[in-house]
């Protein structure tokens, strides 16, 4: 399904509002009554299934984003779901085996419960106002139905410096995250939380072999899955090793890839790997020309409800319509970065950390020292809840963890929500159960890709053997040579190459030039946002006007909510 809101709110304004947003994203509403709360149930735009429920008598079970159980999908998989539930006497340990990224809705023995997936790849938020709870997969659904909002500046600045915020706050202080891994029971005016989510626990040793057997354990599922499939394919490292797996398992699917009006990097390495493997290649092409900049930019910032900010993801949601509309499974790569990622070598402690890779230099023109001080603080408060000590500092285990449970739920996440208002999207590399065994690998098997490498070559060495879009191809024996070079041959040489890269994957429609004179045009008038901090300069910084532009938006939609604007 394509998301939800559920309220014991059953007051007629609640529910022109809620229609009213979904006809601006052209989603489909059906409702129930359960109990004393109402459902909201948003259908997908496209699919095979646009609805994904599942009834018993009174019993019945929402499915809502992609969710795979039991080598079923959807309404069957919530079959299954339910069967195993009532038979096991409602033991939540079978949650631990569901995959995919959503929520479930149970509405069983009339009780209601609300589940959220084990690591927060499927967003949901909550609010109460008075005697009146909101949960929903749609921030704005929440704030269009409250009578007042307060904006919280900590994340306004988390999201203009790195484009999310970083539950469980979102920038209206009534809305908050709905806690994952979590089955919420719902009861009245309130609601009661109960985790499932069950940890692995630490691995000693753990080889190649071992890991691709659970690849294998864990993709099962998607041979028995009656639906057409479609994987990323593209120059980089994560699409391919998800195409490999497929191979590998004789899985059937079909490539796609994205362009822009140029040819790119990524477009010629996808058509000659779709012509060497024999396999069809669908091209979705970013054209501008097709569409006025400036209405995509508008529509990005409704549709996509402040996901990354619209620059960039301005033509988002044109994709997911497409891609949907042509496929019911889309598979992602996303998750391959914990797979060989050396970023975060030497990081001793949180400040490095949040100064290396979530707060840059730049922001000091736009916001002040003492703003700037307080980001950090409470950043490293929020990334403080997923290390298991108290001491300032960091290993790699807990750089991973913080990257994997903050900044690809939060940043990566936030994707998952629009994309499965299309249709079915799945990252199967974001998994828990195999993202979790790369904690305890070590760099010097993860580094400069090994272990990626060496795990896709294993799976189809001559889909390895294709050059990728970084200028060498994926079989590990010959990079590892390449990398053995003197620097100062090198390094002039990897330069040289991310300059040729960085020219043709640009688009030739809207220029640079273009585009910032679009925002400083959609930027003239438009600061409510200098209220709420005492330094505020957007025009110090090209790099974040987009994304002040986003938030800027966002204000005004609601601000005769907000009392600082009224």
């Keep these: 399904m394509g998301g939800f809101f559920l309220t014991n709110n059953i007051a007629h304004p609640i529910e022109r509002n809620v229609m009213k947003l979904l006809e601006k994203k052209s989603q489909e509403v059906v409702t129930y009554n359960l109990g004393e709360f109402r459902l909201y149930y948003f259908r997908r735009v496209n699919t095979w299934e646009r609805e994904s429920i599942f009834e018993q008598s009174e019993d019945k079970i929402f499915g809502i984003g992609t969710i795979i159980y039991k080598n079923r999908v959807g309404t069957q998989a919530l079959k299954h779901i339910y069967q195993d539930l009532i038979e096991s006497n409602h033991d939540l340990g079978i949650l631990n085996d569901i995959k995919g990224h959503y929520n479930i809705i149970l509405y069983i023995d009339r009780e209601l419960s609300v589940i959220t997936d084990r690591i927060g790849a499927y967003h949901s938020f909550v609010a109460k106002e008075e005697d009146s709870i909101f949960i929903s997969s749609s921030l704005f659904a929440i704030a269009e139905n409250l009578h007042s909002l307060s904006i919280r500046k900590q994340e306004i600045m988390e999201f203009i410096a790195s484009k999310a915020f970083y539950g469980p706050t979102t920038i209206f202080e009534e809305i908050t995250f709905l806690p994952f891994g979590h089955v919420h029971k719902m009861k009245s005016s309130n609601f009661a939380s109960f985790p499932f989510h069950q940890d692995m626990g630490p691995l000693s040793e753990y080889t190649l ?18 639906i057409s499939i479609t994987a990323d394919i593209s120059g ?53 020309d097709r569409n006025n900049y400036e209405t995509l930019i508008d529509n990005s910032i409704f549709i996509n409800e402040l996901f990354r900010g619209a620059y960039g993801s301005e033509y988002s949601h044109i994709f997911f319509s497409e891609k949907t509309r042509d496929f019911d499974m889309i598979l992602g790569g996303y998750g391959g970065e914990l797979y060989r990622d050396t970023k975060y070598k030497g990081i001793a402690d949180y400040e490095e950390l949040i100064r290396k890779k979530y707060v840059h230099r730049d922001l000091d023109g736009i916001f002040s020292h003492d703003d700037i001080e307080l980001l950090h603080q409470d950043l490293k408060r929020k990334m403080s809840g997923y290390v298991t000590h108290n001491n300032n500092e960091l290993s790699k285990m807990d750089c991973e963890r913080i990257y994997y449970y903050q900044r690809m739920m939060y940043w990566g996440g936030a994707r998952v929500n629009i994309f499965n208002a299309y249709g079915l999207r799945y990252h199967p590399l974001l998994e828990y159960e195999v993202i979790h065994p790369l904690f305890y690998i070590d760099d010097s098997e993860k580094g400069k890709g090994k272990f990626l490498m060496q795990l896709m070559e294993k799976f189809d060495p001559r889909l390895a053997s294709y050059p990728s879009g970084y200028g060498h191809n994926f079989i590990w024996s010959e990079y590892e040579g390449k990398r053995e070079l003197p620097n100062i041959i090198n390094v002039p040489l990897n330069l040289l190459f991310k300059v040729y890269r960085k020219i043709t994957q640009r688009h030739t429609t809207v220029t640079l030039d273009q585009d910032r004179s679009v925002w400083h045009k959609k930027m003239k008038n438009h600061f409510l946002i200098e209220k709420l901090f ?10 974040y006007l987009s994304t002040i532009y986003s938030v800027e938006e966002v204000l005004r939609t609601f601000q005769d909510k907000i009392e600082c604007f009224g």
Excluded at 210 to 216: E, G, K, V, Y
Excluded at 534 to 543: G, L, P, T, V
């Design 236 to 288: 980089g490292y994560d699409s391919r090793l998800v195409c490999a797996i497929l191979n590998h398992m004789n899985i059937d699917y079909t490539l796609s890839t994205n362009t822009n009006s140029q040819d790119s990097l990524d477009l010629k390495i996808a058509s000659l790997i779709a012509k060497g493997e024999d396999r069809p290649l669908v091209v979705y092409e970013k054209n501008f």
């Design 534 to 543: 005492d330094q505020f300069d957007a025009r110090k910084s090209e790099k």
């Design 209 to 226: 072999e071992d890991h691709m057997n659970r690849i294998r354990s864990h993709l099962k599922p998607l041979k028995e899955l009656q």
